[in-house]
């Protein structure tokens, strides 16, 4: 594979909000440390995204000591919000799945609503060791993930984004691309290997901390939204569909599962297992 290296690191603290680029991270079973343990939930409970809301592109989540979060977004006033206090729970829906929450301040869910115009609540994963099991298709006993999609990392390759805007330049929406890595909204990229090369990956080491390759990730309409403007497009939705389709899934990078605790830093080299 040549001299791969870790490119970049992204963490993104409230779901579907704007995260922020760290030059190191501590991998925790269940994900990069802070990455997604808030999320927000509609009056039925139900996890509110950018498939439905991509108004939430333009909101930013900023990781404060302790676990809490500052929010900011256009027009609004930033707010501090603090992990909530323990006590008791209410039910999370992410994506037919019921996990268990606490529910952050009435503050909170005054500003996001007033921002979406919409009834939402934000709220808090409390324990990401036991709330929310990796699908057990993909997992092995007793892994967890926080409120990402499915899987406690995504990693992506430079080289795969270059190839795939060669695709978007020669297809019927070129003036949409090249588009920037922020729309598929990885954890981890990793530079200086071939195109498509983490299609063969099943186990890879970042550094010191070694990672099993659970599945390929299927894309969907989030990566179509202009991460700054929150307008959507096409791309790349319309060339992944006819160049990287797999078992009915539109396909860009791969989800990871830790294999231990450890720290992962910018430039660190990345080798590939089996």
């Known amino acids: 594979?040549?001299?791969?290296?870790?490119?970049?690191?992204?963490?993104?603290?409230?779901?579907?909000?704007?995260?922020?680029?760290?030059?190191?991270?501590?991998?925790?079973?269940?994900?990069?440390?802070?990455?997604?343990?808030?999320?927000?939930?509609?009056?039925?409970?139900?996890?509110?995204?950018?498939?439905?809301?991509?108004?939430?592109?333009?909101?930013a989540a900023e990781p404060l000591p302790g676990g809490g979060v500052r929010l900011s977004a256009p027009g609004r006033a930033p707010l501090t919000v603090p992990v909530p206090e323990p006590g008791s729970t209410v039910p999370v829906d992410i994506f037919g799945t019921k996990v268990e929450a606490v529910l952050a301040t009435q503050a909170a869910h005054a500003w996001c609503g007033a921002y979406l115009e919409a009834d939402v609540r934000l709220a808090h994963m409390d324990d990401p060791a036991t709330r929310r099991p990796i699908d057990p298709d993909h997992a092995l006993p007793g892994e967890t993930v926080s409120f990402a999609d499915?899987?406690?990392l995504l990693v992506t390759t430079q080289a795969s984004l270059d190839a795939l805007n060669s695709l978007v330049s020669g297809g019927e929406h070129a003036d949409e691309g090249p588009l920037p890595m922020n729309r598929f909204r990885p954890n981890v990229v990793v530079r200086g290997t071939p195109p498509w090369a983490e299609d063969g990956w099943g186990r890879i080491v970042i550094g010191e901390v070694e990672f099993r390759v659970a599945k390929m990730c299927g894309r969907c309409v989030v990566t179509t939204t202009d991460q700054f403007t929150a307008e959507r497009g096409r791309e790349p939705l319309w060339t992944l569909a006819r160049h990287r389709r797999f078992g009915g899934r539109l396909v860009f990078g791969q989800n990871l599962v830790p294999h231990s605790p450890g720290t992962i830093r910018v430039g660190d080299p990345v080798r590939v297992l089996g």
Not at 9 to 19: N, T
């Open 1 to 59: 594979m040549g001299m791969a290296e870790l490119q970049s690191i992204h963490v993104h603290p409230v779901k579907s909000l704007r995260g922020f680029s760290p030059r190191e991270a501590v991998v925790e079973p269940w994900g990069l440390a802070g990455d997604r343990r808030w999320v927000l939930i509609d009056d039925g409970g139900k996890v509110v995204t950018q498939r439905v809301q991509p108004r939430l592109a333009r909101a």
């Open 150 to 152: 499915g899987y406690p």
